[in-house]
T-cell receptor
Framework: GAGVSQSPRYKVAKRGQDVALRCDPI?????LFWYQQALGQGPEFLTY????????KSGLPSDRFFAERPEGSVSTLKIQRTQQEDSAVYLC????????????????FGEGSRLTVL | DAKTTQPPSMDCAEGRAANLPCNHS???????VYWYRQIHSQGPQYIIH???NNETNEMASLIITEDRKSSTLILPHATLRDTAVYYC????????FGAGTTVTVRA
């Protein structure tokens, strides 16, 4: 489809395991965001890319969280040594707008990757 | 980004207009008001946004007060499929979601 695609949709990990979550944004979209949504709460901002540059990573909760977008398209969110509190839905969103310059533009969200850490 | 305040929940009747209020008293001049909604188990979906003029699209209308300290999202004819959590957000760059308003449309 033409929307934001995330994989896997569901991931169960044992505590201490490393996980990688993938986001395929809409083709041509410059801006890419990662959000974390705990059960019953609104999404919380994690990090933002403009092309391959990570312009804001202020929302990453610890140094176990790492995101990259090496070619300015697909992005991967990696969580090392997962903990139970990492259990959440991880949402990716993209936008055509070059945010910060054009502070408008719709964000298109994927359906998320649900991570459960046992 | 400025914070927003929304009622935690509201009910509305199918076929009637749903008016969702939002307070954003600390909004600054370059911040837009955005509305998104999230239907269960899906990613958030854009509805509408505005700066200071009222806006209308095929989904909804957005009324922003003259002082920009509050706004109202209007769903003109609510259907059961409009049952969702609605988020009002003021934004410079990234969206900062609050808890939203859970809207339940009843037949």
């Amino acid at each position: 489809g033409a929307g934001v695609s995330q994989s896997p949709r569901y991931k169960v990990a044992k505590r201490g395991q490393d996980v990688a979550l993938r986001c395929d944004p809409i083709s041509g979209h410059v801006s890419l965001f990662w959000y974390q949504q705990a059960l019953g709460q609104g999404p919380e901002f994690l990090t933002y890319f403009q092309n391959e540059a990570q312009l804001d990573k202020s929302g990453l909760p610890s140094d176990r969280f790492f995101a990259e977008r090496p070619e300015g398209s697909v992005s991967t969110l990696k969580i090392q040594r997962t903990q139970q509190e990492d259990s959440a839905v991880y949402l990716c969103a993209s936008s055509f707008a070059r945010l910060g310059v054009q502070n408008t533009g719709e964000l298109f969200f994927g359906e998320g990757s649900r991570l459960t850490v046992l | 980004d400025a914070k927003t305040t929304q009622p935690p929940s509201m009910d509305c009747a199918e076929g009637r207009a749903a008016n969702l209020p939002c307070n954003h008293s600390t909004i600054s001049g370059n911040e837009y008001v955005y509305w998104y909604r999230q239907i269960h188990s899906q990613g958030p979906q854009y509805i509408i946004h505005g700066l200071k003029n009222n806006e209308t699209n095929e989904m909804a209308s957005l009324i922003i007060t003259e002082d920009r300290k509050s706004s109202t999202l209007i769903l003109p004819h609510a259907t059961l499929r409009d049952t969702a959590v609605y988020y009002c957000i003021v934004r410079v760059v990234q969206l900062s979601f609050g808890a939203g308003t859970t809207v339940t449309v009843r037949a």
